[in-house]
């Protein structure tokens, strides 16, 4: 029996044609005072319920980073934005990304988040937007497990959500 191969490669998360216009939205994000928003920890617990996942996030992608801005579930810490599955959430602004088996999806079967901690299997996010339409990071929820369908309204309740989200986050002055 030859043993089953570990793919080595995925998906790099793009950067986008506006960047540095995106970049000047998310440099006025407070994410100091963003992470203590007990509003926002509330609508990423609210996020893993509605999803029945381990784990709820909001985070905000910068040129080379994903942020962790609050978790709900877990411990995860900030990454490279190339691996982030939220970096890929951004680059489609008007849309909900769902990954229903993020380990059988050829963009992540190589990913490290997918082959080591956190296993993500599962993964669907909304882009936080800014006033002005910049996709600042994402609100997203993750399982080990993998998942078969996904309702229309949880869909349309996610996106509501992450529009909530975004008018909380905290703005430099």
Do not use: W
Not at 10 to 16: E, G, I, M, R, S
Not at 49 to 77: K, N, P, Y
Not at 99 to 120: E, K, M, Q, S
């Amino acid at each position: 029996m030859v043993p089953k191969l570990k793919p080595i490669f995925h998906a790099l998360a793009p950067l986008l044609r506006g960047e540095k216009q995106r970049q000047t939205a998310v440099d006025k994000v407070d994410s100091a005072r963003s992470k203590q928003s007990p509003e926002l920890l509330a609508i990423v617990e609210e996020v893993a319920a509605l999803f029945g996942t381990e784990m709820g996030i909001a985070t905000l992608i910068d040129r080379q980073s994903q942020h962790v801005l609050v978790c709900h579930g877990g411990d995860l810490d900030s990454g490279p934005r190339d691996i982030s599955f939220c970096g890929h959430t951004i680059a489609r602004p008007d849309e909900v990304m769902c990954v229903f088996d993020a380990a059988n999806d050829p963009r992540f079967a190589g990913n490290p988040l997918v082959l080591d901690t956190p296993h993500i299997r599962f993964y669907i996010g909304a882009p936080l937007l800014s006033p002005e339409g910049e996709a600042l990071g994402a609100l997203c929820a993750i399982d080990s497990l993998p998942r078969m369908k996904l309702l229309p309204e949880q869909s349309k309740r996610l996106r509501e959500l992450a529009d909530k989200a975004a008018a909380l986050l905290a703005v430099r002055n």
